[in-house]
């Protein structure tokens, strides 16, 4: 599997932008340092599990649907199924990179780099998927989830097929995601999302604004 990624770090310290080109990944690596885990919010989501949450797999919103599909990809992450994540993603996954440098911790996980990311996991405390302008427009879900001192929020972008072709990463930032309307855009724009950090009232971070 090939992924080429399109980095950009803002270093939340100097608040300096660095841009980082990685190029192109020849393949998963055969070992992942990492092992993620799934938090008990979003439990009972995947492929299978529907009843669980009340929802019938057959009556299944293009949202939800979407919503799974990443929660499945946290999974297949979790198991290194290696073979599950490249069914997932596309094979040119663009990847944008906000934060410190050194915590480029997913990056090092789907490419093989290991090093400091060995410990980290990514446990997603919440999946929310954005409902799309219309059933033909790529969807995002945005999951967001913290360990220790580091907060994270990963926008995935959903094609129309079912694919994953982007993932916009967030670190030690806060982010707030509007929609544009086509026309008026300064006075269409709406709030859709924004971080939900436990600590937000007493630890202050840099903000970003994602507009979709």
Not at 108 to 133: E, I, Q
Request: glycine share 8%; aromatic share 8%; proline share 5%.
């Amino acid at each position: 599997m090939e992924l080429h990624f399109d980095l950009f770090a803002l270093d939340a310290l100097d608040a300096h932008a660095q841009e980082i080109n990685c190029g192109m990944c020849r393949e998963l690596a055969a070992s992942t340092a990492s092992k993620l885990e799934r938090a008990a919010p979003v439990r009972g989501a995947t492929a299978g599990e529907g009843d669980e949450i009340g929802i019938d797999p057959g009556n299944e919103t293009p949202e939800q649907r979407n919503k799974f599909l990443v929660l499945r990809l946290y999974e297949a992450l979790n198991a290194r199924d290696h073979a599950a994540v490249q069914s997932l993603l596309a094979p040119d996954l663009e990847w944008w990179f906000h934060g410190p440098p050194k915590h480029q911790h997913m990056m090092r996980l789907l490419t093989g780099g290991g090093g400091s990311s060995g410990g980290f996991r990514f446990v997603p405390r919440s999946v929310d998927a954005l409902v799309a302008p219309t059933p033909t427009t790529s969807t995002t879900v945005i999951a967001e989830g913290h360990e220790g001192r580091c907060y994270w929020v990963h926008a995935w972008t959903v094609g129309a097929d079912g694919v994953i072709t982007q993932l916009r990463e967030y670190f030690n930032t806060d982010l707030t995601v509007t929609r544009l309307a086509a026309v008026a855009v300064a006075a269409s724009a709406k709030c859709v999302w924004q971080s939900r950090r436990p600590d937000s009232a007493t630890n202050s971070l840099p903000g970003l604004l994602l507009a979709l």
